[in-house]
């Protein structure tokens, strides 16, 4: 069965650097375009980045964009998300989510049918 | 970037009632509108696609309607599970943008 799962979450100092992973399995990764969305505590969602299935494009929300970024590694069935220069707003519940549509380009591939449960990522001093 | 607002925050029913939640975006998104449940602790559920397709699993209770601007998410007859959070996302343009959320609580 579909399954995504993230890891990497913790408590980072602001200023500081992460590496979020998603693990892909029960699909073939190389087929989907992939997507972060993250969720402060208590708030609503908030949609962060995607990468082509490829890994040919890579779009950002405006409040991440320069300090994170998106890439993939088909061959090991994983997605990544590097945040640099965190600040405390960006504390909250990261998921990876899998477009519906196969090969799909572009924002209009319908919506994410498979996500993660999601990993937490706590900046604070 | 498209700003969705969707009303009303919280909308107090019975089970059995009728839910009729709105989202409203800035600019027209045309059909490409999506909608997502989520329940407390969990990920986002995909219900709904491009406007009005439900997506694989879904009851047909839910049913999503509008283009352009306007856009309504229909809930029949409300089951006990279906108390939660409701999101309307736009796929029309980059940056993808969510809207704020309609909780479906037990009156």
């Known amino acids: 069965q579909v399954q995504l799962v993230e890891s990497g979450g913790g408590v980072v100092q602001p200023g500081r650097s992460v590496r979020l992973s998603c693990a892909a399995s029960g699909f073939t990764l190389s087929s989907y375009g992939m997507h972060w969305v993250r969720q402060a505590p208590g708030k609503g969602l908030e949609w962060l980045a995607f990468?082509?299935?490829?890994?040919?494009?890579?779009k950002y929300a405006d409040s991440v964009k320069g300090r994170f970024s998106v890439s993939r590694d088909n061959s090991k069935n994983t997605l990544f998300l590097e945040m640099n220069s965190l600040r405390t707003e960006d504390t909250g519940f990261y998921y990876c989510a899998r477009d519906r549509v196969l090969y799909c380009s572009g924002s209009r591939c319908d919506g994410n049918d498979y996500w993660g449960q999601g990993t937490l990522v706590t900046v604070s001093s | 970037e498209i700003v969705l607002t969707q009303s009303p925050a919280t909308l107090s029913l019975s089970p059995g009632e009728r839910a009729t939640l709105s989202c409203r975006a800035s600019q027209s998104v045309s059909a490409y509108l999506t909608w997502y449940q989520q329940k407390p602790g969990q990920a986002p559920r995909l219900l709904i696609y491009d406007a009005t397709n439900r997506a694989t699993g879904i009851p047909a209770r839910f049913s999503g309607s509008g283009s352009g601007t306007d856009f309504t998410l229909t809930i029949t007859s409300l089951e006990p599970e279906d108390f939660a959070v409701y999101y309307c996302?736009?796929?029309?343009?980059?940056?993808?943008?969510f809207g704020g959320g309609t909780k479906v609580e037990i009156k």
């Open positions: 996302q736009q796929r029309y343009n980059w940056p993808l943008t």
């Open positions: 990468i082509q299935f490829d890994g040919d494009d890579q």
